[in-house]
């Protein structure tokens, strides 16, 4: 599985943004789809995930009530809704699945098999 992830930009707070995270072959449909961030001098962290068929999410405190993840199986696609950005998103976004037959999501690096590339989200004024 190969994901590339896309959106990022430089925007103003309390503005949105959409990120997208788009995978490669047949069997997205299977995987559990997280996004991950990493500030400048920091570790990467949770920001939110997916169930394979979206029953379930999970979303870190930092996020949650601002930022909305979903997906688009027919388009093996995962977006990241983010409203009400604050100076402290800036980070580079990155999306990550890993495989499994049930409904679960993933807050650990460790839960996840692929990784895509970064995408660069800046809030500043």
């Known amino acids: 599985v190969q994901l590339q992830a896309s959106g990022g930009g430089l925007v103003q707070p309390g503005d949105s943004l959409r990120l997208s995270c788009t995978a490669s072959g047949r069997t997205f449909f299977s995987n559990a789809m997280g996004w991950f961030r990493q500030a400048p001098g920091k570790e990467r962290e949770f920001v939110a995930a997916?169930?394979?068929?979206?029953?379930?999410?999970d979303y870190a405190d930092s996020v949650k009530g601002r930022f909305t993840i979903s997906r688009d199986n027919a388009r093996n696609t995962v977006y990241l809704q983010m409203n009400s950005l604050k100076s402290e998103d800036t980070a580079v976004y990155s999306c990550?699945?890993?495989?499994?037959?049930?409904?679960?999501?993933?807050?650990?690096?460790?839960?996840?098999?692929?990784w895509g590339q970064g995408t660069l989200v800046t809030v500043s004024s």
């Open positions: 990550a699945a890993f495989t499994s037959p049930y409904e679960i999501t993933g807050r650990y690096e460790s839960d996840y098999v692929y």
């Open positions: 997916i169930s394979r068929s979206s029953a379930n999410s």
